[in-house]
T-cell receptor, first 114, second 111 residues
Framework: EAQVTQNPRYLITVTGKKLTVTCSQN?????MSWYRQDPGLGLRQIYY???????DKGDVPEGYKVSRKEKRNFPLILESPSPNQTSLYFC?????????????FGPGTRLTVL | QKEVEQDPGPLSVPEGAIVSLNCTYS??????FMWYRQYSRKGPELLMY????GNKEDGRFTAQVDKSSKYISLFIRDSQPSDSATYLC???????????FGQGTRLTINP
């Protein structure tokens, strides 16, 4: 089954404690991206990757890091989380950003930073 | 000003009604227009896709794009309680490497 998986699904942490949210896809997609979703602001792109070792900033990259060492995985790293990073995070993958027939979102990770 | 504006609602209508959801945008370079449906506690799923201007119909759903007015719409006919969800519009320019999303409209269909 084609899918994007994220872990953990729920996470409560404290300010400054480094964390990683994993994202994995089983469709051999080249394009992967991370979004955060906040009430009243919709989905905003954090980082995206066009392929292995190719990553770039989205609209709200501050406080986040990513890496793309393998095609299937695209982890999101918060080196020093702060309360304003409390949000719902989604990973997505597709062949290209606009290749809509192959566009999948993960189930989401709800992060709370105290 | 946001690149894409969408009324967040909430919008509540009776079962069987025709629903109209809309987005406006400011970037004339947008060529790809999408509507996503997001159920509570789930990731968005692609519902409709239109390239450039025109209409597209899929069952009870119709997507319209008016590039001259920078306005897109999603119509839902014979709405069902199972259509209750948040609907997000998204757009992208030719060759762009990202989608720009609207805020999402929360829709409830009452039996």
């Amino acid at each position: 089954e084609a899918q994007v998986t994220q872990n953990p699904r729920y996470l409560i942490t404290v300010t400054g404690k480094k964390l990683t949210v994993t994202c994995s896809q089983n469709m051999n997609h080249e394009y992967m991206s991370w979004y955060r979703q906040d009430p009243g602001l919709g989905l905003r792109q954090i980082y995206y990757s066009m392929n292995v070792e190719v990553t770039d900033k989205g609209d709200v990259p501050e406080g986040y890091k990513v890496s793309r060492k393998e095609k299937r995985n695209f982890p999101l790293i918060l080196e020093s989380p702060s309360p304003n990073q409390t949000s719902l995070y989604f990973c997505a993958s597709s062949w290209t950003p606009t290749r809509t027939d192959t566009q999948y979102f993960g189930p989401g990770t709800r992060l709370t930073v105290l | 000003q946001k690149e894409v504006e969408q009324d967040p609602g909430p919008l509540s209508v009776p079962e069987g009604a025709i629903v109209s959801l809309n987005c406006t945008y400011s970037n004339s370079a947008f060529q790809y227009f999408m509507w996503y449906r997001q159920y509570s506690r789930k990731g968005p799923e692609l519902l409709m896709y239109t390239y450039s201007s025109g209409n597209k119909e899929d069952g009870r759903f119709t997507a319209q794009v008016d590039k001259s007015s920078k306005y897109i719409s999603l119509f839902i006919r014979d709405s069902q309680p199972s259509d209750s969800a948040t609907y997000l519009c998204a757009m992208s320019a030719q060759g762009a490497q990202k989608l720009v999303f609207g805020q999402g409209t929360r829709l409830t269909i009452n039996p």
